[in-house]
């Protein structure tokens, strides 16, 4: 058995978070046993979830989680691809976490109501005398990342212009095809879908989701991968 440490369900979510998501996809995908169970940050190998624990080794971040899959169990996600076609997947899957994820961060932690009604729950656990200084310090910790990762830094304008061209591409790339590459699931719609799905949660009222509703294709990629994988 896999032990993979995640948040846990929230906001109509899998996961809050698309890293977690994609960790799960991978896993449903390689069809081996495992579990998800609530993660501790503080006990995270890189301080971030998710993780995976199998068989006494621990492996930290969704990519290495999958060629951690890939390479002990002999699974190729992307077996249907040509080396161009994975390529093209790794750079969807890299604009889905490295720019795609930032601008969903700043949507649901810096604007006040999403935080109110999403990210202040995760600290419902802490002291109330504590919590305000712990909300405090993490948020101020999310907005220096957004700074230093450049995301933080546009005007609201700016960072829709950069939604609405990556979405686009997005939903060009797709195009008609069931899947991100073509007729079959590889480690791209791993990322793609977690990212989608978590962009244009109803729960959260932004301009992502917003944009992403205006494509058809996306909309139905998004709800046949959800079917498909967590039917549940
Ligand atoms: N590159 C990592 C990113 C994981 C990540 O950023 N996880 C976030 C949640 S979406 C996290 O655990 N953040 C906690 C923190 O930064 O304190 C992966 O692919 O797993």
Not at 11 to 21: A, E, K, M, N, R
Not at 38 to 45: E, T, V
Not at 46 to 64: C, H, M, N, Q, R
Not at 218 to 227: E, M
Request: net charge neutral; charged share 25%.
């Amino acid at each position: 058995m896999l032990t993979l440490y995640t948040f846990g369900p929230a906001f109509g979510l899998p996961d809050p978070s698309p890293f977690c998501v994609k960790a799960m996809v991978l896993l449903k995908m390689s069809g081996l046993d495992f579990e998800c169970v609530p993660g501790d940050l503080r006990k995270a190998p890189k301080e971030k979830l998710p993780y995976l624990v199998d068989d006494g080794k621990t492996i930290a971040d969704s990519t290495f989680i999958r060629w951690h899959l890939e390479a002990r169990y002999g699974i190729d996600f992307d077996k249907d691809y040509s080396p161009a076609d994975r390529a093209t997947g790794w750079a969807i899957e890299k604009l889905c976490e490295d720019h795609l994820y930032w601008l969903g961060l700043q949507e649901r932690w810096m604007d006040p109501t999403n935080f109110d009604k999403g990210p202040r729950k995760f600290f419902d656990a802490v002291p109330t005398v504590l919590r305000p200084l712990i909300v405090r310090k993490v948020r101020g910790d999310v907005r220096r990342n957004l700074r230093g990762q450049g995301t933080g830094r546009h005007s609201e304008a700016e960072r829709n212009k950069l939604a609405n061209t990556t979405i686009q591409a997005m939903s060009d790339f797709l195009g008609d095809k069931p899947y991100m590459l073509g007729q079959t699931m590889s480690s791209t719609d791993a990322a793609a879908f977690a990212t989608v799905q978590s962009l244009s949660s109803p729960f959260f009222e932004t301009p992502s989701r917003r944009i992403i509703e205006t494509k058809a294709n996306l909309i139905a990629y998004r709800d046949r991968l959800n079917t498909e994988l967590f039917p549940e």
